[in-house]
């Protein structure tokens, strides 16, 4: 902005004249003039520098918050007691005879102890106390009256006549038309669709991953999401054609014929038959009853109680065993004679034995995570620039030499002081803030 304000000073400069005159203000004058043409009011035009507030628009990088769900595997320690057959050298002592004429070997069978560790597991039961409540019912006996009205029966004989109905059987011949169904077959069409489709293959635009590059912006380089070129991907697409087509089928229909045949009809005729039955009634009599019915009453009353739940611990124990090992000692006897030459024979006897081995589980968990997510927001933001604003500046007093008793040859005109070996510069305000 500097240099604005210098090229403004020297339009200024150029507009007023070639020659700067400090008795005239500035104003451009000649020496051979006389001293009334100096005019009574001079105005000459400065820049003064003023600021303006502008916007422009910034793309800001936002980073939001966003939560998703991940897996992540975690191992845990699980024991199982395992059982493996191991392999211990039983040593055994074998003879044969010889011949010989040497040094004859006696054989002495001697017994050693050693001693090994075996680890041992050992169940221990132990109990834990545990306090619940228990409702417990509580009886009570009680008696309420209880009032009741039964029936009490009368018998009495009376006479009662009797009509009775009786069905007498008569048969006859009619002719009864019997209907009858007969399946007859029957040929029709009906419409099937069936589809004869094929494959299209198709060409599908997938647009390019977002990735972040420097570009250029009106602040300078700065970091922006970039969309990179989208790719082609053929795909094969099932396309379906249905056709409709007429099938013949046959069908069984069913059709009703009718046939006249003889029928022997039995029927009953109504007959009605009078008896005198001598008949027991029964009346019964209201009687009131007053009996004590006990009945019981159940509360209930809260109980602690204590139980021991067992638990078992188990825990390795080592134990020493001994066991007695056999070895043979050979002493040579010059003789000579038949010997026993002992040899030894090894073999591999099994034993079982358990050990607890620990191996890792895995086990899928659940979490959820967060991520920031960056977004791209456009805003307004406000700058300040400077600019020259043009202003007329005018002398109120006289200011040509020898007029007034005053003189601008010293550099005072009007109260204002120019020099004359410097130009006029504009100055900007005080309260303005120059970028």
Do not use: H
Request: include cysteine; proline fraction near 8%.
């Amino acid at each position: 902005m500097r240099w604005r304000t210098w090229l403004a000073a020297v339009a200024v400069l150029t507009v007023t004249g070639g020659t700067v005159q400090a008795g005239l203000c500035g104003i451009a004058s000649y020496p051979c003039y006389p001293a009334v043409a100096c005019p009574q009011q001079t105005c000459y035009t400065t820049c003064k520098v003023a600021t303006e507030t502008c916007y422009r628009t910034v793309c800001e990088t936002v980073y939001e918050p966003q939560e998703y769900t991940s897996s992540r595997t975690v191992y845990e320690n699980v024991y199982e007691n395992v059982e493996e057959t191991c392999y211990r050298t039983v040593t055994e002592t074998a003879y044969r005879e010889e011949q010989y004429t040497v040094s004859k070997p006696v054989t002495e069978t001697a017994v050693r102890q050693e001693v090994y560790c075996v680890q041992k597991p050992v169940v221990e039961t132990r109990y834990q106390s545990c306090n619940y409540t228990v409702q417990r019912p509580v009886w009570e006996d009680r008696v309420r009256e209880c009032r009741y009205t039964v029936q009490q029966p009368v018998c009495e004989t009376i006479q009662r006549e009797c009509r009775q109905t009786v069905m007498k059987c008569v048969t006859e011949t009619v002719n009864q038309e019997r209907c009858y169904t007969v399946m007859r077959p029957e040929t029709r069409t009906r419409c099937v669709q069936r589809n004869v489709g094929r494959w299209v293959t198709q060409t599908q635009c997938i647009p390019g991953p977002v990735m972040r590059r420097v570009v250029p912006g009106p602040c300078g380089p700065q970091v922006c999401n970039v969309q990179c070129p989208p790719r082609q991907v053929c795909r094969r697409v099932w396309c379906p054609q249905v056709v409709q087509e007429q099938i013949p089928y046959t069908v069984m229909v069913p059709q009703v014929v009718k046939q006249s045949c003889p029928v022997q009809v039995t029927r009953y005729v109504p007959e009605v038959v009078v008896k005198n039955i001598p008949v027991n009634v029964t009346r019964m009599v209201c009687k009131e009853v007053v009996q004590q019915v006990p009945y019981k009453v159940c509360r209930m009353e809260c109980e602690t109680r204590t139980q021991q739940i067992p638990y078992q611990v188990c825990r390795m124990v080592t134990e020493q065993k001994t066991r007695d090992i056999p070895y043979s000692v050979c002493k040579m006897v010059s003789e000579t004679c038949t010997r026993k030459v002992p040899f030894c024979t090894t073999r591999q006897v099994p034993y079982t034995s358990t050990r607890r081995v620990c191996k890792l589980v895995p086990r899928e968990v659940q979490q959820t995570c967060t991520r920031m997510v960056a977004r791209q927001v456009m805003k307004q933001v406000p700058y300040t620039r400077c600019i020259l604003v043009p202003e007329t500046t005018c002398c109120s007093s006289l200011c040509a030499p020898g007029i007034g008793g005053s003189s601008c040859a010293s550099g005072d005109c009007a109260g204002t002081t120019v020099d004359a070996a410097k130009p006029v510069v504009p100055q900007p305000d005080a309260g303005a803030n120059l970028k």
